[in-house]
């Protein structure tokens, strides 16, 4: 974690890892038996690197269909994918609400910017009102099609958040995301859990 100021005055989260317990594998443990199929099936179809085109902006009916072109014997599997996108959802990560709640009534503003499908993030957003009605404004990558830790997504957020760099803090659960962050003159954390958060948000002068 940097600094440029001691005492940064808003806040500004990633989504999943750090909100909402996100993992592809939540979903696919439903429609396939553990073992050696389904981690083949995660690391070699629905990959990361293909699931990064939503968050760029790319439509599920596009890449879908080229990933079935691609692996037709998985078809129904990857169509899943799109209708039950929530289901890759686990739930809020164990303390965050309540952290998010004490900054909230603390008067932080607090803001997120999250590398997410544009096209799935409204029906997810739906599912956790009472979290994220406590945000001013979300910043979606794929409504955008920038992603972290690109340089102009930081930017483009401050911009259109209104928040000033310095005053600013962010907490993301991957390193690099952070390092995106830094280098546009935020504050960075990475994120491990809430308690580690929570203190080095108090270290800072947040109210928590």
């Known amino acids: 974690m940097t600094s440029d100021v001691p005492n940064p ?11 909402v317990d996100w993992d592809p594998r939540f979903l696919y443990e439903k429609l396939m038996p553990p073992g050696a199929a389904l981690d083949a099936f995660l690391a070699e179809v629905v990959t990361a690197d293909w699931h990064f085109q939503h968050d760029a902006g790319r439509p599920f009916a596009e890449t879908s269909a080229e990933l079935i072109a691609r692996f037709p014997h998985h078809a129904e599997l990857i169509a899943a994918w799109g209708p039950r996108f929530n289901e890759s959802n686990r739930g809020l990560v164990p303390g965050m609400d309540t952290l998010v709640a004490e900054l909230d009534q603390g008067g932080v503003p607090l803001f997120a910017i999250t590398n997410f499908s544009g096209e799935f993030f409204p029906g997810f957003r739906a599912k956790y009102p009472a979290l994220f009605d406590r945000f001013r404004s979300i910043l979606v990558s794929g409504d955008e099609k920038l992603v972290k830790p690109d340089l102009a997504i930081y930017r483009l957020a401050l911009e259109r958040f209104g928040v000033a760099a310095a005053t600013a803090v962010f907490v993301d659960d991957r390193a690099d995301n952070v390092a995106g962050a830094e280098a546009a003159g935020m504050t960075g954390i990475v994120f491990t859990d809430a308690a580690a958060l929570r203190s080095s948000l108090r270290g800072l002068g947040l109210p928590v």
């Open 9 to 19: 005055t808003t806040v500004i989260f990633d989504i999943g890892g750090v909100l």
